[in-house]
C-alpha cells in the first residue's frame, strides 16, 4: 500500500489532528498536501515540548468540544472524561506525533 493510499483511507477527523500537526511544525498548506507523498514523513518534523504540550491541550479541547472529530476518532458521540482524552492524545501522539526535540520545524540532516 502506497502512502497515498494510507492517507486516502485515514478517517478525516484524523485527517484534521495531522493537519494541525503539520501546522505547528509550520508546514505550508502545499507543502501538506505533498507531505502524504514522502516516507517516514513522520521523522523529518520535530517539536519542542511546549508545542508537543499545547498540541495535546488543543486536541483534547477539540474532541471534547467537537462531537463530530469525537465520534470520528472514538466512535462516541457522549462526553468524554479527562482521563479518556488524556488517553486519546497518548495513542495519537504515538502513532502519529513529531519527535520531540530543541527546536519546532524541519529536522536537518546532520553532515
Request: charged residues 40%; positive net charge.
Amino acid at each position: 500500500m502506497t502512502n497515498v493510499e494510507k492517507f486516502k483511507d485515514l478517517p478525516d477527523g484524523l485527517k484534521v489532528v495531522i493537519g494541525e500537526m503539520m501546522r505547528v511544525v509550520g508546514m505550508t498548506p502545499r507543502q501538506i498536501e505533498k507531505f502524504r507523498f514522502v516516507d517516514r514523513w513522520y521523522q523529518q518534523y520535530a517539536w519542542t515540548e511546549a508545542d508537543h504540550d499545547k498540541f495535546g491541550k488543543w486536541l483534547c479541547e477539540r474532541v471534547r468540544t467537537d462531537r463530530e472529530l469525537r465520534q470520528q476518532l472514538c466512535r462516541r458521540s457522549g462526553r468524554m472524561d479527562k482521563h479518556s482524552l488524556d488517553r486519546l492524545w497518548s495513542e495519537v501522539d504515538l502513532m502519529w506525533g513529531w519527535k520531540v526535540g530543541e527546536k519546532t520545524g524541519k529536522v536537518r540532516k546532520k553532515d
